[in-house]
């Protein structure tokens, strides 16, 4: 009882040397020679190694390790495996209550808190949570009835290491990650959605990325692409800070410091929402106004793509629509490259104000993957930033034992 073990039976205690407590354990008759992945009962095949210690919860300030025969069983699927024990997962060295509280300290505290806590090494922390994470997984089906989903990539680790990450807008919850941002990788996920399933994605969110836009329009085909209004924004303030620093250059080829220096520190002026401004940006603005109008009329233009998506569906193609109109006349050379942008990907831009969908869960999501990273003080393997990202946020964390 105080260990928390079922279907076990124990055969002795004891104290060694060094103050550990040392619990000698065996399966129940029922339990024996099982395959660790099917279950089925199985031929024996031999002892194996002998015996073997799992670690166990602490029992006060004691270590307490269980301590049993690991004998090896052939099944007729898996072949040649060690037999599997109630109280452990397959290839694991501690008991399934002791890695089921890792997890969760993991989830809730920093990996640092949790080796030292818990009295282990810092990478064992990662594993466990990958184990415990694929079990969980084995539980629950995460893909299925998926209609809206969101796509971007997150960067890990430098280097260019980065994860591609698929939420479920409905829920708001992470359902997929892996190592990867290119098309490999999203068909990856598509082909582990299955054919049926994909007939069933009603609407996706992503940038204009074509790795994502093109393998969800082959695998998904009653799919709507709606471009992220994040990415289309960034491209119009882009265009305005490339407006800008022409501008400011021009000014001082030209001889003209004064311009150039009231435009010395008007990145942020422009950049802020009028209702943001400060009253020195404010100044800064409209000073901008008197001196140079080719800058002020790039300020605008971008101000009014943001307006598009603060109004309704049918007012916002209408503005949309004279968006167009404007930025292709404007002769800013930056603007009328964001306005051919958005032309070629009218119908998907479109699609995102029509269904009111962006990829904010997606991004908020990013935001919960960099604060494990960081943490956790960064993570050697991808896949210990996969295995917490999936307990934390597709919902998939182990109660604490006995709770």
């Not at 002998?50 to 025969?69: K, P, V």
């Not at 090896?72 to 399934?96: E, M």
């Not at 184990?131 to 971007?152: I, N, P, T, W």
Request: proline fraction near 3%; include cysteine.
């Amino acid at each position: 009882m105080l260990l928390g073990l079922q279907r076990v039976v124990i055969e002795e205690v004891q104290f060694e040397q060094d103050g550990e407590l040392v619990v000698s354990v065996r399966p129940r008759a029922g339990e024996r020679d099982r395959c660790p992945h099917c279950r089925r009962r199985c031929a024996g095949y031999d002892q194996g190694e002998g015996r073997r210690r799992w670690r166990a919860l602490d029992l006060g300030t004691s270590f307490c390790l269980l301590e049993a025969w690991a004998p090896r069983v052939r099944c007729k699927r898996h072949g040649v495996v060690v037999a599997a024990v109630p109280w452990a997962r397959h290839d694991a060295r501690f008991t399934r209550s002791f890695e089921d509280q890792v997890a969760w300290l993991a989830v809730n505290t920093s990996q640092t808190a949790v080796s030292e806590l818990m009295r282990i090494a810092w990478r064992s922390v990662g594993w466990i949570c990958q184990r415990v994470m694929v079990e969980q997984s084995a539980k629950r089906d995460l893909l299925a009835g998926l209609q809206r989903l969101g796509f971007d990539e997150i960067s890990v680790r430098k280097g260019q290491r980065y994860l591609t990450v698929v939420v479920d807008h409905d829920t708001g919850k992470l359902v997929w990650a892996h190592p990867g941002r290119d098309r490999k990788t999203t068909e990856k996920f598509l082909n582990l959605l299955g054919k049926d399933r994909c007939q069933l994605i009603k609407l996706v969110s992503c940038d204009d990325a074509e790795w994502i836009t093109r393998p969800v329009a082959e695998h998904c085909p009653n799919a709507v692409i709606c471009l992220d209004p994040f990415h289309i924004v960034k491209a119009a303030t882009d265009a305005l800070d490339k407006v800008r620093r022409e501008v400011w250059n021009d000014a001082r080829r030209q001889g003209q410091q004064q311009l150039a220096r009231e435009l010395k520190g008007a990145r942020f002026a422009l950049w802020k929402n009028p209702e943001n401004l400060t009253e020195r940006q404010a100044l800064k603005l409209a000073r901008i106004q008197q001196l140079n109008h080719r800058l002020y009329r790039a300020y605008l233009l971008c101000q009014q793509l943001r307006q598009i998506y603060r109004v309704g569906a049918e007012h916002a193609l209408l503005l949309l629509e004279a968006w167009l109109k404007w930025a292709r006349r404007s002769r800013l050379q930056p603007f009328v490259k964001v306005a051919r942008r958005i032309t070629e990907q009218r119908e998907r831009v479109e699609a995102a104000i029509t269904n009111k969908l962006s990829n904010a869960a997606v991004e908020q999501i990013n935001t919960q993957i960099r604060l494990i990273t960081r943490r956790g003080f960064g993570y050697h393997s991808p896949w210990a930033v996969i295995a917490l990202a999936m307990l934390s946020l597709g919902g998939l964390c182990p109660p604490l034992p006995g709770r």
